[in-house]
């Protein structure tokens, strides 16, 4: 039977416009949910729009805009950022949706009937930023005195009628989860940082509003909408068609990753797992958080105004530079900043010179001294062999980086490989074997066509657009682009195409 893999993004709230933040954690799911599926997988990866809750419903008022109107403009312009970068998921949620009305409610009714939830009065901090309520010991000082949470965001003392979710009852639970599965979350400081959280102890969850309407209604009381982060989370059921459990998609759960930024780990890894062993479900396999961007050494804000949009920087420097980019600048996992000096030179350096000049200098030696047809593979060479037997092991080596989200690793490997194809060529220098051993330029060419081949095959799930360039120009046919069909080589014989750089060199414009 294939293996299935479901893999999520977290659903963008629509308060603002999508920025760079917002595409990293798409283009890392991205890469995974690519990844399977040339490994064969079936594979389901879910993306989408958070539309409830206080912040989206003020968003949409300071718009002076009717909040439907506004959420439905906003989770589209989230689309096109998603389509802009390639994310190729397979169905994108929005909340405001009835089939997921339908199963957040389904959802909390099953919560509710395991007794897990009762009603009572909330009284205390609330950040209508993070959407998020905090305990009096988890504040802070803001710069001007006052009360700020833990991530600096305003808090508010809150005093509704509320339903809870009975939290505490879950920390030997969930304590015992993060034990017996250390993967379940990472990277290592978030978890650290989790466990460390829920063993100071956990309250009761204020699961519900009645100081606003724009949410679910509570299954038999309508004068409460959903707290949104009951309603956000259970997007990733409400997509699989639950609670029908006839349903296609339903085999797909439990999720296989959940990929999130730091910020909402504790979302993901402490309430989520607990709603879901309320209601009698697997818990996901794996939550994984990523670190945050700032740009050019700032956080990112609207008051500096250096807020950058995704779509900008690939109208700029491409679409695969800058994804190449954000997963290669730092460890999947850290933190990192954003400068124009780095993209570019990652850009010439790895792109432009490592990858692009070996396929090049490569393709233009096949077409001047082969009439651009590929050669045969005949025996090998020592050398030959240890180049080739690195490619070969490239999708299993990168398979178990990419289980434990090492896409910056993943990415090294194959680098690794390409300066071993720099090394090989520079070393073989076929364009001097052309003079004195034709027979032994082919063979060379050929292990290199087939080193690149290997290559671009890998970098698919990275760099997918031009990768597909690539392996047009390498003569791979589409039905040849899986990992699986890496075992059969390349009939000799077939006519390459004239080659074209792939990565052009990024030349800075002079200031006019
Ligand atoms: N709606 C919730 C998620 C619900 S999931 C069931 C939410 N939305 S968000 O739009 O505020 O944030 C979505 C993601 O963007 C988060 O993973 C967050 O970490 C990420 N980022 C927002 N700003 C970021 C950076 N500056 N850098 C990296 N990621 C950042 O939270």
Redesign the pocket.
Known sequence: MTARFYVT?????VNGAP????A??SIAADVVARFHRLSGHDVFFLTGT?EHGQKVEQAAQAADVAPKEFVDAISANFRDMADAMAISYDDFIRTTEPRHIKSAQALWQKVADSGAIYLGAYEGWYALRD?CFYSEDELVAGPDGTKRAPTGAPVEWVKEPSYFFRLSDYQDKLLELYETHPEFLGPNSANRELVSFVKQGLRDLSVSRTSFKWGIPVPGDDAHVMY??FD??A??LSALDYPNTDAPRAAFWPANLHL?????AR??AVYWPAFLMAAGLEVPRKVFA?????VEGE??SKSLGNVIDPRDLVQEFGLDAVRFFLLREVPFGGDSDLSRKSLIMRNNVELANDLGNLCQRTLSLVARNCDGIIPERRELTEEDSKLLGQVAVLPNLMASQIERCALTDALEDVWKVIRAGNAYIDHQAPWALRKTDVERMKDVLRVLLDTLRGIATVLQPFMPQSMDRMLTQLGVETAERSFAALDVILPAGRTLPAPQGIFPRYVEQAPE
């Open positions: 993004t977290p659903i963008y709230y920025h760079i933040g917002h990293y954690t958070d959407e949104v982060w956000a989370l997007n990733y999130v930024g730091k910020d909402i979302f993901h990523n670190g945050w961007w700032t956080k990112m």
